[in-house]
Structures are given as structure tokens and as C-alpha cells.
């Protein structure tokens, strides 16, 4: 059975930096950036999406509406603005 | 003009331009929203159900706040009175499904005796009751379900009071289908509020949240990670028991799971029966 990739994204706006889906998550995927976001928090940063199983702890436990994975061809983190002047 | 996108997959149900959300870094109320609305997003796409008949009620609180992130209809009641508001509408038009989100201040605490009748009579709606243990949003007081010897501002030496068991409490009252979840096993509450929401009669569903900012503060776990790891030991799943066995302790353990299933007749379908049988 061939490997399943998946996008993960972080929505920067919204991320208030609770660090939960970072610890949650069981392959290391996350990390916690060192960029700030609008409101002052250091965003999560999708920095191994390769490793990433699709288990979606992060997307369940977050609750900033903030992090989705979703199952793709290639494997890739994003990071985009909700927010868009 | 700032422009918002729509970007996560739940938020056809959110309104995006009012996110991000007053909740603190870390609150559990967000998971429960999140998992309610899973659940929803799931049975319409089932097509069991019409999103657009859903009535989310809320009360007054932090969980309350989540009636304006929601895009349903919604409405933002007084005090406690969240359950007479959704009683209302599911009287007005037995078509709607009126779902109560509100917090353990608001449902067991200001509003309890709203609660009791509305199990009594089993009055077809869905109750969530995010379970943070505290009153947080005015700063900490001890709240009806603040476990035993947990330390808040109001209770400096300790919680001298023995809480309220909200499960047995839905269950002697008379409510068709009681469960207890935690913000820790969202899938597991998400299974739960798929099976209520279908349901008829008085559906009772508890979440344990956390409050990292307001209650995990005093007994040391200021960090959401650290709470959040803590409850995930302090909460035990138990299949097949009754409700008069649960625990609510902090120390020994809190119980979780589904303790009762009935499929007792509404009280839509009583009204019915009664009102087809009169002179009416």
C-alpha cells in the first residue's frame, strides 16, 4: 500500500498559540513558529508535513478553527491569512 | 475593506469575519463547538438532516458567546433561560431542532429548574452543557459543579461544597438519552451528538472543557497542554453503567460515557396525542 500524503494548513490568524495540536501530535509535524500573527501570538507552523498520517488530532483538538489536513497527491504545509487586507 | 475568506472546512457553518473567537488560548469550548459542528456537517452531508432547521440557543456565559459564532439561527438569551427559549421554539414550529450550547453556570447553576422540568416533561431538544467546573467569565467563583477541595477565588482553602452530578441529575428528572464526554476524545463526542441529534425527546449531553486561563490556573496547570494532558488522566471511559455509579471527583475520577439510552415519546408527540384525543 502506497504512503497517503496530505496538505497541512494553518490558518495564521486564528492560531492563538495553546500549543495543543503541537503536542498532540504523534509524528512531529507541528512546531511552534517564530513569526507573529496580527494578534501578537507565534503561530503553529506546519514544519514536516511528509511525516504527516492523517490521524487529524490537531484538526479535532483545535479550537481555534485553525489547523485541517487534507489528503492529497503530494505532501505540503501551508500557512495562509483568513484575513486579507 | 479587509476581505475574510472562507478556508476551514467547517466554516460553511462559522461566520468567519467574527473569527477569531474571545475565547482564551487553550479553551475547551472551541473543541466542542468544533465537534458539534463535525457532527452536523456530517448528517447533512448523510442527508439526515436539514441544517438549516437547526435553532442553536444559548444562555449567558463564556460557552454562551459561541450563538454569535455560528452561522444558524441563533439566539443570545438571559441568564439560564436558554432551555425556555428553545422550548418556545420547538413549541412554535415542531419542525425546528432547537440545540442548547451553554455552560454548567447557566444550565445546572442559574438555570437549573428549567433543566429538571424540561427532562420532566421531555421536551424535544438537545442539551450541550460545556462543563468547565468554574464560573470563568466573571473571574473564577465557584461554580455547582466546581469538584470537592478544588481551590477557586471564592474558595480559598479549598471547595468545602459537594457538586452537582449533572448525569444522575438528567437521569432521575427523566431525560431520553444521557452522556458524558471530554474535550479529550472529541471523536467520542462527536459519535454522541450524531446519535442525539436524531433522537427525539430530552437529550442530554455533558462535555468536560477546560479552562486553562481561569481554573487550571489556581490548582497549577496554567498551561493548556498541561490541563489538557491532566483531564485526559482525571476522566475514565465506562461502557454499559448506570448513571447512580458515576463518580465526579477530581481526584478519583471523573466518568465518562453514554448511561442512558430510552426512546420514551416526546413531548411534541404527547401534545399531539392529547390534543387529537380532545374535543380540539
Same mark, same amino acid.
Given at each position: ?85 | ?35 458539534? =459542528? ?87 431538544? =438537545? ?61 467520542? =463526542? ?53 448513571? =447512580? ?36
Amino acid at each position: 500500500m502506497p504512503a497517503r500524503r496530505f496538505i497541512v494548513t494553518v490558518v495564521a490568524d486564528r492560531c492563538k498559540e495553546c500549543g495543543i495540536c503541537i503536542a498532540l501530535c504523534p509524528k512531529n509535524v507541528l512546531e511552534k513558529g517564530n513569526k507573529l500573527n496580527w494578534k501578537g501570538f507565534h503561530y503553529t507552523v506546519p514544519a514536516r508535513p511528509e511525516q504527516c498520517i492523517g490521524c487529524r488530532l490537531c484538526e479535532y483538538n483545535c479550537p481555534d478553527f485553525a489547523i485541517f489536513v487534507v489528503e492529497a497527491e503530494a505532501a505540503k504545509g501551508e500557512t495562509v491569512w483568513a484575513r486579507q487586507a | 475593506m479587509a476581505v475574510i475568506r472562507n478556508i476551514h472546512p467547517l466554516d460553511r457553518f462559522l461566520r468567519p469575519e467574527r473569527l477569531p473567537h474571545m475565547w482564551c488560548p487553550g479553551c475547551g469550548i472551541g473543541i466542542a463547538l468544533s465537534a458539534f =459542528l463535525r457532527a452536523v456537517n456530517e448528517l447533512e452531508e448523510e442527508g439526515r438532516i436539514d441544517s438549516r432547521k437547526i435553532v442553536f440557543v444559548t444562555g449567558i456565559g463564556c460557552t454562551a458567546r459561541a450563538s454569535g459564532y455560528v452561522r444558524f439561527d441563533a439566539a443570545h438569551t438571559p441568564h439560564g433561560r436558554a432551555i425556555p427559549y428553545a422550548m418556545g421554539v420547538k413549541l412554535a414550529n415542531p419542525d425546528l431542532i432547537p440545540v442548547v450550547f451553554s455552560g454548567d453556570g447557566d444550565i445546572v447553576g442559574i438555570g437549573g429548574n428549567h433543566f429538571i422540568h424540561a427532562a420532566r416533561r421531555n421536551m424535544d431538544m =438537545l442539551v450541550i452543557m460545556v462543563n468547565n467546573m468554574i464560573y470563568a467569565l466573571t473571574g473564577g467563583q465557584v461554580a455547582p459543579t466546581t469538584p470537592e477541595k478544588i481551590y477557586t477565588t471564592t474558595t480559598p482553602w479549598g471547595n468545602p461544597e459537594r457538586p452537582f452530578n449533572a448525569v444522575t441529575l438528567a437521569w432521575i428528572a427523566g431525560a431520553n438519552y444521557v452522556a458524558r464526554w471530554s474535550v479529550t476524545h472529541p471523536e467520542l =463526542l462527536k459519535n454522541s451528538i450524531k446519535k442525539a441529534l436524531l433522537m427525539e425527546g430530552f437529550r442530554f449531553i455533558e462535555v468536560l472543557s477546560i479552562c486553562p486561563e481561569v481554573y487550571g490556573r489556581h490548582i497549577g496547570f496554567r498551561s493548556p497542554v498541561e490541563l489538557y494532558t491532566h483531564l485526559r488522566k482525571v476522566v475514565k471511559i465506562r461502557g454499559k453503567i448506570r448513571p =447512580l455509579e458515576t463518580e465526579y471527583d477530581w481526584e478519583r475520577g471523573i466518568t465518562l460515557g453514554e448511561f442512558v439510552v430510552r426512546d420514551e415519546p416526546g413531548f411534541v408527540r404527547r401534545l399531539m396525542e392529547v390534543v387529537k384525543g380532545g374535543k380540539a
